[in-house]
């Protein structure tokens, strides 16, 4: 059974940064695509990044060469390297798995993955 579970959400100064980290004790993380999410208060849920199956790494724009993506197949986890986070950052991130692999797809939608982690809550003030 997946079961995701995030930790690492905080409030954060802007221009900080933050580290959120998504675990599965059903030892998948290593073999899966992960991706991360984001969802502010009144918008819909949004792609952040995504490390996949094979360890490539893809990024949303608004989120590109300040935010990191990746995994610790020792510890069965992934993490979300957050720098020079701004005060449009701030929303509750979702860890997601997507069980099948071997796809070079960019997946990228909510509806890309089948599992889901509970959010954390990710603020970041001016």
């Known amino acids: 059974q997946v079961q995701l579970v995030e930790s690492g959400g905080g409030l954060v100064q802007a221009g900080g940064s933050l580290r959120l980290s998504c675990a599965d004790s059903?030892?998948?993380?290593?073999?899966?695509?992960m991706g991360w999410f984001r969802q502010a208060p009144g918008k819909e849920r949004e792609f952040v990044a995504a490390?996949?199956?094979?360890?490539?790494?893809y990024y949303a724009d608004s989120v590109k060469g300040r935010f990191t993506c990746s995994r610790d197949n020792a510890k069965n986890m992934v993490s979300l390297q957050m720098n020079s986070l701004k005060p449009e950052d701030t929303a509750v991130y979702y860890c997601?798995?997507?069980?099948?692999?071997?796809?070079?797809?960019?997946?990228?939608?909510?509806?890309?993955?089948?599992?889901w982690g509970q959010g954390t809550q990710v603020t970041v003030s001016s």
């Open positions: 997601a798995l997507r069980a099948s692999y071997g796809s070079t797809k960019l997946r990228i939608t909510p509806g890309d993955y089948d599992y």
């Open positions: 059903g030892r998948t993380v290593s073999r899966s695509t």
């Open positions: 490390i996949r199956w094979d360890g490539s790494t």
